[in-house]
């Protein structure tokens, strides 16, 4: 099983989320895919961290190749989150790599593979797409990407929900 729950910066998609797995499941893994270097990233992650001590979720770090993880067939995923995931791996220290198009192909495989290894797999990815285009050839592209990435997921999820300001609308 697969829901796809997105929204806005701040929408409240990621505890919506939470909520949801946890209502549902006793066994959950939280797949968190932001990359772990420097102070930003090191302080979002230990806020991450404690917003959700008490909800009993087994953390995994993975910026990038999801399908390697060691999971069971019990294990409910929430995968915290798909615009990580993907720039995470159509970017590098030098910018957008080659082929980002057969690379967003390549996320897109890994998360039906993991889909199949596990009980269910939430996926929390953010609506970008009202971003202003043009700012540069590069987020043009990764927006591009990521509307891709968007509608495979909505095309093969069981259940899409958008959360806009905290409340959930249903949209498949």
Known sequence: M???IYGGVA???SEYAEELISKSFERKIYLATMENNGD???KRIQKHLLQRASKNFITVEEPRYISNININSDDNI???DLTNL???NIFDKNGLKYGP???TGEVFSDIIELEKKCNSLFIVGNDIFSTKR???KELDIFI???FSLHQKITDNADRVVEVIYGLPYNRK
């Open 2 to 4: 697969m829901i796809y």
């Open 11 to 13: 929408s409240g998609k």
């Open 40 to 42: 930003f990233a090191k």
């Open 78 to 80: 929430l995968l915290e």
């Open 86 to 88: 993907l720039s995470n």
């Open 101 to 103: 198009i057969e690379i």
């Open 134 to 136: 043009n700012q540069s």
């Open 144 to 146: 591009d990407c990521l």
